[in-house]
């Protein structure tokens, strides 16, 4: 590592559903930029909408992004806007991607959930920075993948295995093994277990710190009455029409309102027609992609949600009750999480048959305790996030204290 400059740190995310990648790659970025790393950092995204972060981020941080990919409820990609064949949208991000790091020149790449990128777009980036041997190479994961057999065949399918053991040095797991142990879960084999490291779930409230000072600007732009915000995430919106449609018709209690946030990709008959019903309904509002949720997480009362992981760890940073109803298509990753987390008593869920109106508006009725989480789960990634990257970077001796993997499971919680 070249001593005489500050440290380069370059992250890569896929996106192609959602925007949780996007979110979760730009909290990391902040908390390395503002440590006592003082990194320079480098965010790979497909995300147009990153523009739109571009106000939060700190000194030392800059971004490009990627022609986007979509993917269908079969799993199957396709350019999001651009009128290319799939085989040449990925050369032209692979390529994009291994000039940027030429340049670039980081001392950690860290890649979110795919060891060889989407449709190993990053096979040559991670050739060249191997080639030249100065950078260390961690991949990041959720605390969930999917199903065991999922994960068998697509690690198979598209050989991560050889990957990791080629080319990586660490592997780094926001969640926390209480709730899911993905070593004993997945069986990994000792040569993928041994580079694994539980960091712990993310805080979300860091997000906050750059939002919640515009929340009275926002409540006056968006014309939020007061009273008690029942809030509905709807992560990206591409499949979020049915939770809308049922939440725009709740009966909400005297005392509150609803708002919804549809997401940058739902689509344009859906938001048109949850906009004629907001017309018509006072209490209900409705919002389109905003940069940062987190404003209206730490106000609202109570939160009804897809579940993905970003919206899940809001929910549990902010400790707000919640109910979420997991997308089960093309993975099971939500509803595997979201059925621990409500064993542990931290969460309610619905499923997509039970969805409807009267389901949501009764669960809107049922008096539940507050939220605590009473130190159920760690949930301090954030601060071991620092100390992990100057282990693997040999800037300390040692690092944080490792979570232990052999847990036992805790009693559930009633709700």
């Known amino acids: 590592m070249n001593s005489s400059k500050r440290i380069h740190i370059a992250l890569y995310s896929p996106g192609i559903v959602g925007l949780g990648h996007l979110r979760r790659n730009l909290l990391l970025s902040q908390v390395l ?63 994009t991607i291994r000039a940027a790091l030429k340049e670039f020149e980081p001392d950690l790449f860290l890649v979110d959930n795919l060891p060889r990128g989407a449709y190993r777009e990053l096979d ?14 961690v991949l990041g994961l959720r605390d969930v993948l999917d199903e065991p057999w999922s994960v068998h065949r697509d690690w198979f399918r598209w050989k991560f295995d050889e990957a990791i053991d080629a080319y990586y040095d660490a592997i780094w797991v926001f969640g926390d093994p209480t709730v899911y142990n993905m070593i004993d879960e997945y069986r990994f084999p000792p040569s993928i277990a041994s580079k694994i490291s539980f960091v712990g779930y993310l805080d979300q409230r860091k997000r906050a710190g750059f939002g919640n000072s515009q929340m009275a600007q926002f409540s006056a732009a968006y014309s939020l009455p007061e009273g008690r915000m029942v809030l509905c995430l709807l992560g990206g919106g591409q499949d979020g029409d049915r939770l809308a449609d049922a939440f725009s018709q709740v009966d909400f209690p005297e005392d509150a309102y609803g708002v ?5 990709f739902m689509s344009a008959e859906a938001k048109h027609r949850l906009a004629d019903r907001s017309r018509r309904n006072p209490r209900f509002r409705v919002l389109n992609f905003i940069p940062e949720p987190t404003m209206l997480v730490d106000r ?112 559930a919680v009633s709700a």
């Open 33 to 95: 930029a503002e440590s006592e790393l003082h990194s320079v950092n480098l965010m790979v995204t497909e995300a147009r909408e990153a523009s739109a972060f571009i106000n939060a981020m700190p000194a030392g941080v800059d971004f490009i992004t990627l022609p986007g990919l979509s993917k269908g409820v079969d799993g199957v990609c396709k350019p999001r806007y651009l009128e290319l064949p799939l085989k040449k949208a990925i050369s032209l991000r692979g390529r």
């Open 124 to 137: 040559p980036a991670l050739k060249a920075l191997k080639a030249i041997g100065r950078t260390k190479i």
């Open 260 to 264: 919804l946030v549809t997401g940058p």
């Open 300 to 411: 609202a009362d109570r939160i009804i949600a897809m579940g993905g992981y970003n919206t899940v760890c809001e929910v549990l940073s902010f400790q707000k009750r919640a109910l979420i109803m997991p997308r089960t298509k093309p993975r099971r990753e939500q509803a595997i999480r979201a059925e621990r987390l409500r064993n542990l008593g931290l969460i309610d869920t619905i499923d997509a048959e039970r969805l409807n109106a009267a389901e949501l508006s009764s669960w809107l009725r049922r008096e539940l305790p507050e939220l605590k989480l009473d130190g159920l789960l760690k949930f301090d990634g954030l601060q071991r996030l620092p100390l992990m990257a100057k282990q693997v970077l040999g800037l300390s001796g040692s690092g944080p204290e490792p979570i232990p993997t052999r847990v036992t499971t805790p009693m």
